[in-house]
């Protein structure tokens, strides 16, 4: 017989039993929503909303419910639904399991249908933070970093805003708003603070927790060419963000596999109730936060989180040793057949890449962070791959490597190339990367799908013959910068893998 859906009136009737599992640190019934999350996939739930669930169970504060926003597709506002908000992180370390229900999502919608509801909690005088995690493709940014306005769903959040704010010429709503729908994360952000300064125009912070350099300032910058597109009209929103809104920048990290049927079959076994949200973890997490908030926040120190005043050195090394050797591993592993990171990394093959790139090209571009210890950094990361428990697959990491490489691996090479040095194995991931995108296919003949919001950009450079299959895919401006394609020795080092890797292949 199954078990029960989990939802708050199971989870009272069945609470847990075992050592391992523990309920909600707050009361659900009592937790107000003070924070809009865009992008509720695993990872938010997995690393954010429990930081904000810790931190109000240390200090008390019932303010801190979540609403979580998703935008893509309505599949996890459907999760959630049913289950009072309620999900669980299933926390596998190399000998330790452990699971969680985590109760501060007190909400969740489906952006494209709810875009009222989303618009006017972000507008909430109770609301004080909108976070994102969305991936870097979901910020519809071009390659300079403005935002894509040709990209059709940013277009028609602009209109729609130019709309509302035109209404009455005086650079707010003024009460008269659109019920369409939000299409994009930066279009609902634009029109959430549009009502909220034409409501009362208390401040408020927003946090972004994606994968990218200087993440707050992206946001910030993406924000500020979505009202100036908008004309005049914008201007006073535009004067009333600059001094009420504050972006921090973030750094993130706690890995989160996608959560399988063997998954939810062991947390099943644990907890006695089904939960159709279930996010896995490993046990490692860590976040980074610049102290530059407009209003009140949780708590997040007490719940472990690093306040700072300068994130950069944390978020360089981040980036680029972890994120730029998960990579690495991904691309290299897939093509010589392995399925999955934790069998990648122990591939010497693999392994020697990853520790030249971390050791040799990335470890001289970085600032250490105070008491951080680079080797021993390095080899912490190299086990947390190498952790079985977790099961993240080298395609999962390989995907959207448009927007992953500039960031952690052709930022490293520019730098490198700048200093003088030729980096080896960026160049031999950049490889490894176009291979991937050209044969779509392992040295096994396993299909290697390419998962890639610029695919048929790629798949068009890739097309040709195989000698020039490095200087095409070089010539890719949205994903290799100028510096970096202009560089003969590069150009030499890429061509050469890339020639290796096809005979690998075959
Ligand atoms: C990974 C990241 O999928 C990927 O690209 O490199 O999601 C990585 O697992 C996280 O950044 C770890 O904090």
Request: net charge negative; charged share 25%; hydrophobic share 40%.
């Amino acid at each position: 017989m199954s078990a029960p859906r989990l939802s708050l009136r199971t989870l009272a009737e069945h609470p847990p039993q075992r050592a391992e599992v523990r309920g909600p640190a707050v009361d659900p019934a009592r937790t107000g929503i003070g924070i809009v999350h865009l992008g509720v996939g695993a990872f938010h739930r997995a690393h954010q909303a429990v930081f904000t669930e810790d931190a109000a169970a240390a200090t008390g504060e019932e303010g801190w419910g979540i609403l979580g926003v998703t935008q893509r597709s309505p599949r996890v506002a459907e999760q959630l639904g049913p289950q009072d908000g309620l999900y669980s992180v299933l926390t596998k370390g190399r000998d330790h399991t452990s699971l969680r229900v985590v109760g501060s999502m007190r909400g969740a919608a489906f952006l494209q249908a709810e875009a009222s509801l989303v618009l006017d909690t972000i507008a909430a005088p109770t609301t004080h933070v909108v976070s994102s995690t969305v991936s870097e493709k979901g910020y519809r940014r071009t390659s300079s970093g403005r935002p894509d306005l040709e990209d059709p769903d940013l277009a028609t959040d602009l209109d729609v805003l130019r709309r509302e704010l035109g209404a009455r010429g005086t650079g707010s709503t003024g009460g008269w708003e659109l019920p369409d729908a939000a299409r994009t994360p930066i279009g609902a952000l634009a029109r959430g603070l549009a009502r909220r300064f034409s409501r009362h125009g208390a401040p408020l912070t927003v946090v972004c927790c994606d994968n990218m350099t200087d993440n707050g300032r992206v946001v910030a910058l993406l924000l500020d060419g979505v009202l100036s597109a908008v004309g005049s009209d914008a201007a006073p929103l535009r004067a009333w963000v600059a001094t009420s809104v504050r972006f921090p920048v973030t750094m993130v990290d706690r890995i989160t596999p996608a959560t399988t049927d063997a998954h939810r079959a062991e947390a099943t076994a644990l907890l006695g109730l089904e939960d159709h949200a279930l996010v896995v973890a490993e046990p490692f997490s860590q976040w980074v936060i610049e102290d530059d908030f407009a209003g009140p926040r949780p708590a997040w120190e007490r719940a472990g989180a690093r306040i700072t005043a300068d994130v950069a050195p944390w978020e360089q090394a981040k980036l680029r040793m972890l994120n730029g050797a998960h990579s690495a591993i991904a691309y290299l592993g897939a093509l010589r057949g392995h399925a999955m990171i934790d069998e990648a990394v122990l591939d010497p093959e693999v392994d020697a890449v990853a520790r030249r790139l971390m050791d040799e090209e990335v470890t001289p571009t970085l600032t250490p962070p105070e008491g951080l210890d680079l080797a021993a950094y390095r080899e912490e990361i190299l086990e947390r791959f190498a952790n079985p428990s977790t099961g993240y697959t080298t395609l999962q990491v390989a995907g959207d490597g448009s927007q992953k490489l500039p960031i952690r691996i052709l930022a490293t090479a520019a730098d490198r190339l700048e200093a003088g040095s030729v980096p080896v194995a960026a160049a031999r991931t950049m490889a490894a990367w176009m291979v991937f995108v050209a044969r779509g296919r392992d040295r096994t003949g396993r299909e290697l799908r390419l998962d890639d919001p610029l695919a048929d950009r790629l798949r068009a450079a890739a097309e040709g013959d195989d000698s020039g299959l490095a200087d095409r895919m070089l010539e890719v401006e949205q994903v290799v910068p100028a510096t970096v394609r202009e560089h003969d020795g590069f150009r030499a080092e890429v061509r050469t893998g890339v020639q290796d890797l096809l005979r690998l292949v075959g």
